[in-house]
């Protein structure tokens, strides 16, 4: 659905920001992106919205070179979920879903009832329908984080760029975020994702991209690429990935841990 | 039972507009002159159907030539200058701006000045303030387009900056001007006042609000997912650059309007959007119908204020400000919430 080919990007030539970035997300994939603060891993999901142009390369959308698709189309095909953060003035959280319907409008018509059930099925999905009327700036990060996401599903767009979605948010809150992720993929949404957490790779990723400064370091599979000697590198502090056991009857998962050395 | 603000728009809309009408209606009432309620209806029922004529003729020139502008003039310039703020703050994501953000009034204030101490018609006053009016703005968006690659920031910043400069200029022509005459007439046109309004200047009034009122009620959606930011209405697959131009465009045609008909009127365009939003919640395409008719009713009540008012002729921007500073601060203490 989305492929990323040989893109490079930089604000002055003699300092590039991203150099050949290349990776594919197709229907049903989780795509986890890891790497060190101030890596490139915003401008990437940036020049993939098309907010920054890219100097090299190339982005497809469905076949179509992304340049060549106006706003509005690809609205339709990829939705942006960013970091929680607030609104000047005090929006309700259904209007802040209802807003994700403005590409399907047509001009000067106001939202129909159509777009109404869409961004109320949007909620359902989420389970955040009893929040609909209560204040975007009144709720908690976690809570916020879902209505931007239920905003990005009303958008009705099969791609969805994430931007640190389990940010600031709490283990529950975290997990409930990855769960919805899942959801979402097993019915055919591809996932973009940016995070801090190794773990979340193997909690929810299909795929993992490890980023630092500006070149893909390694990607695939997540049992693949997340390893202590991967890790360590690309943090440049030691991190050690170990095998927990998770209950009685052996359930294993992987977890990153960082180890400090005095 | 609390009504929530995003709730029941259609009925409180039809409550302003029947508001505004009562208001438009039961402002011929008031004045130097008393008009009963009767004759008011019948000059104006003259004018479209046959009615043998019982009244005087002054009064059907008072209520035709001297009330009727005076009146329209109230509604679309509180209109206007509300709407015109609505758009602003939205656009600007920033609840203390006003519609001459971007220098439209100071601009328009040098413009009128400058005419003055030429000893210029009221014509000319008006063509001068409206030039430079739009002068000012196009300064303000250019040195935002050229420096600050279209961030709305800088456009603030290039707005005050063009804003200051044009108040330095209307001070130097202030320095200048004779005492007797010219000063004098400056300072009441930067107070503002709908006085001098006769009815071509409504005729000219009203294609420029009609134009930028149905370009703002066409992109009424694209306007509301901008309060999000400029990023993500851009991922919302909003045309930002187009509707940032729009909305600029259509706030500073109608404010430069008001401005050169009736010169400064403060606090309207920045108090009126907070009172609306309090009636019908944050969401912009409810927000700037709210805003028009309140913006209209506010207006031309403080305008029937001054001419209820026997004796002196009170400046209309100075008692929108004294009338709206209490207003402000209500509403600061009513809306603590929702603002961050």
């Known amino acids: 659905m989305l492929e990323v080919r040989d893109v490079s990007f930089y604000y002055r030539p003699d300092r590039p920001i991203l150099r050949d970035i290349s990776l594919e997300l197709r229907s049903g994939d989780i795509l986890c992106l890891l790497g060190p603060n101030g890596t490139g891993k915003t401008t990437l999901l940036r020049c993939i919205l098309s907010l920054n142009k890219i100097k090299g390369g190339s982005i497809a959308l469905e076949g179509q070179e992304l340049s060549k698709v106006s706003a509005k189309k690809r609205a339709e095909m990829m939705a942006y979920v960013p970091q929680a953060s607030s609104v000047t003035f005090p929006y309700e959280a259904g209007e802040i879903v209802l807003m994700g319907r403005v590409a399907h409008l047509a001009l000067g018509s106001r939202p129909t009832e159509k777009d109404r059930r869409r961004a109320e099925e949007a909620m359902d999905k989420l389970e955040i329908s009893h929040l609909s009327r209560y204040q975007f700036n009144e709720m908690s990060g976690g809570e916020k984080q879902m209505v931007l996401v239920a905003r990005a599903v009303a958008q009705q767009a099969r791609i969805l760029i994430m931007d640190e979605p389990t940010a600031n948010l709490d283990y529950c809150n975290q997990v409930k975020m990855l769960k919805v992720i899942k959801v979402l993929a097993e019915q055919g949404y591809a996932i973009l994702m940016t995070s801090h957490f190794p773990d979340h790779a193997f909690l929810a990723c299909s795929k993992a991209v490890l980023m630092r400064d500006g070149v893909i370091m390694a990607q695939g599979m997540p049992e693949e690429v997340v390893t202590t000697e991967n890790l360590t590198a690309l943090y440049s502090t030691p991190v050690c990935v170990a095998e927990a056991k998770l209950d009685s009857k052996d359930t294993v998962t992987k977890v990153c841990i960082p180890v400090m050395n005095n | ?340």
């Open chain 2, 1 to 340: 039972m609390r009504i929530r603000s995003s709730q029941y728009f259609g009925a409180k809309i039809i409550i302003l507009v029947c508001l505004t009408v009562v208001l438009f209606f039961g402002s011929f009432l008031v004045g130097r002159y008393p008009i009963p309620p009767k004759t008011v209806v019948g000059i104006i029922l003259s004018k479209f159907i046959h009615i043998p004529q019982t009244w005087d003729a002054t009064l059907e020139t008072v209520v035709l030539q001297v009330r009727l502008p005076r009146i329209a003039l109230g509604i679309l310039v509180g209109g206007a200058l509300s709407v015109s703020g609505a758009s602003y703050q939205t656009l600007f994501k920033n609840p203390m701006v006003s519609p001459d953000i971007l220098g439209v009034s100071a601009g328009a204030g040098f413009g009128a000045a400058l005419a003055m101490i030429h000893n210029a018609t009221w014509w000319e006053i008006q063509t001068s303030a409206f030039i430079f009016g739009l002068m000012a703005v196009l300064a303000a968006y250019l040195i935002a387009y050229v420096f600050g690659k279209q961030t709305i920031t800088v456009l603030i910043l290039a707005g005050i900056v063009v804003s200051s400069l044009f108040q330095s200029l209307l001070s130097i022509v202030k320095t200048l001007a004779d005492t007797e005459n010219a000063l004098p007439s400056i300072t009441f046109w930067l107070m503002g006042g709908l006085g001098k309004g006769a009815n071509k200047d409504v005729l000219f009034l009203l294609p420029a609000m009609f134009l930028s009122l149905l370009l703002i009620f066409l992109y009424r959606n694209q306007i509301n997912a901008l309060a999000a930011g400029e990023d993500e209405a851009t991922t919302m697959g909003v045309n930002v650059p187009l509707v940032k131009m729009i909305v600029v465009g259509s706030s500073t045609l109608m404010t430069v309007c008001a401005v050169s008909i009736c010169g400064i009127i403060g606090w309207v365009g920045m108090v009126v959007p907070h009172i609306a939003r309090m009636l019908t919640g944050a969401n912009y395409s409810k927000l700037v119908a709210a805003s028009f008719f309140i913006g209209g009713a506010f207006l031309l009540v403080i305008d029937n204020i001054i001419r209820g008012v026997e004796g002196v002729e009170l400046p209309l921007g100075v008692l929108t400000a004294l009338v709206g500073t209490p207003v402000f601060v209500l509403l600061l203490s009513r809306v603590k919430k929702g603002w961050s």
